[in-house]
Structures are given as C-alpha cells and as structure tokens.
C-alpha cells in the first residue's frame, strides 16, 4: 500500500482529456494531499505573492544540493533577490560566471548564469525573467546531480508541510476574518514577525487574537502548534495584516 493510501486517505482520481491523464484537483483531493495547487483558489490579487514565496522556499531547499561552491552562492544570491548578481559589464560578468570555475566541470551552471546576466545587463530581460530562467536552471541541476531528491516521502511531507502554511486548510473554504481582530497589538505583533522574519511569537499573537474575541479554531491552533514552521506568507499572520 503506498503513502498515498494508508490511514483511510483516499487514493488520487484521474479524468482523461486533452490526450492526457489527468488529477482531479478538487476540495478532496486537497484534504487528501494538500499541494501549491491549491494556491488556484486564493482571489488572483494574491496568486503571484503565494506562488513567489513558494518559488523562494523551494529553491532555498534545492540550492543545498549544487555541487559547486560558486554557483551555490550565486543561486543563493538570486534566490534573496539581490539584483547586483546580475551586475556588471559583460567583462565582468565573464570573470564571475565563467573564469571563476573549474574549466568543462560538468558540475558548474557557470556559463548558463553568465549568459541569464548578459540579457539582463543588456535589458533584453526583466529581473523577474532573469529569476525565474535562474530558477529553472537550479532545477535542472538538482535533477541532473540528485535525481530522486524531490520525490522521497521526507520532500513531499515537506512540500505539503509548505502549502498549508502558505495557503492554509483549505483554500476551497476561505476562512471570514472580522475586521475586529485586527488591532494595534495583532497587527503589530504580525508586522513584527513579518519584517523580522523571527515567527517565535506566534503563540503570543494567539492570545493576542483570543483577547479580541477571535474564536476561530483553525486560525488559534495554527499559532499555538509549536511543531510547525511558520515564515513569510504564513496564512495567519498575512490574514492579520491584510495581505489575505
């Protein structure tokens, strides 16, 4: 029996169309294996946001496992969106990405970020371009050099771990959060966390809320389970600050 059927889970559907077999993405499937998919049913004005802070994590995990120093830290430097990796004159970039590794080491994305930068340099491409092929191509490494990686029970635990942090229970049933609830002390406390990045609080901002009369089951033990690791784009907190 696979993971994906144990404990009474149900097992995924699939429907055949478009020549292709594909997964019925609904509320039970959510309920069953919470994925990024669900990030389709937040209100488009926060889809992106959702989708870039899942992108930011995702490659925060992945550049772990780039063989070569210099690229690590380049890929971490495109990761923290630090616009200056990308700058320079193309003589410069040149002796970054290409001279500062080890010639025809198969190991390397050197030349392939030294080429991303001169389109940018040259403003053939927006940063966001330029991220996004970065990104691609910090995938493709990890498949390459660490094929399986990404499909051990450990990785999809943690990916699912990840879309209920940044999505929440379910994102087919939003949440109502009454405008009551957010005073001074929560979104302060929330505003603290999210500028600081330190989310230690969390159970803090509970009572916080509890105090306001929120009563919200999932939204209070969101804050109070200490086995969670909560971030930018946590659901809660973005709910207290408006961006959800």
Not at 173 to 192: C, G, K, M, V
Not at 197 to 209: E, V
Not at 221 to 240: A, E, K, Q
């Amino acid at each position: 029996m696979s993971d994906e059927t144990k404990g009474g889970v149900p097992p995924p559907r699939y429907r055949d169309g478009e020549g292709h077999h594909r997964l019925i993405m609904d509320e039970q499937e959510w309920l069953a294996r919470p994925a990024m998919w669900g990030v389709k049913e937040l209100p488009e004005e926060i889809r992106d946001y959702k989708y870039n802070l899942f992108g930011y994590y995702h490659c925060t995990r992945l550049v772990q496992f780039v063989p070569c120093e210099v690229c690590r830290r380049a890929f971490t430097a495109v990761i923290s969106e630090e616009r200056a990796v990308f700058g320079g004159n193309e003589a410069e970039l040149q002796q970054r990405y290409t001279d500062s590794h080890p010639a025809g080491d198969p190991r390397c994305a050197g030349w392939v970020l030294w080429a991303i930068s001169i389109n940018y340099a040259r403003g053939y491409i927006h940063f966001r371009e330029a991220r996004d092929k970065t990104w691609d191509v910090l995938c493709d490494i990890v498949d390459i050099m660490a094929p399986s990686v990404r499909w051990t029970s450990n990785w999809k635990s943690w990916e699912r771990a990840l879309a209920l942090e940044l999505i929440g229970p379910n994102p087919f049933r939003p949440i109502s959060f009454s405008p009551e609830w957010r005073t001074d002390t929560t979104t302060s406390l929330a505003a603290q966390m999210f500028e600081s990045r330190d989310f230690s609080a969390m159970p803090i901002l509970a009572d916080a809320l509890q105090d306001t009369g929120c009563d919200n089951t999932d939204i209070l033990s969101h804050c109070r389970d200490t086995s969670l690791t909560h971030g930018r784009g946590c659901w809660v907190v973005d709910l207290v600050l408006g961006k959800q």
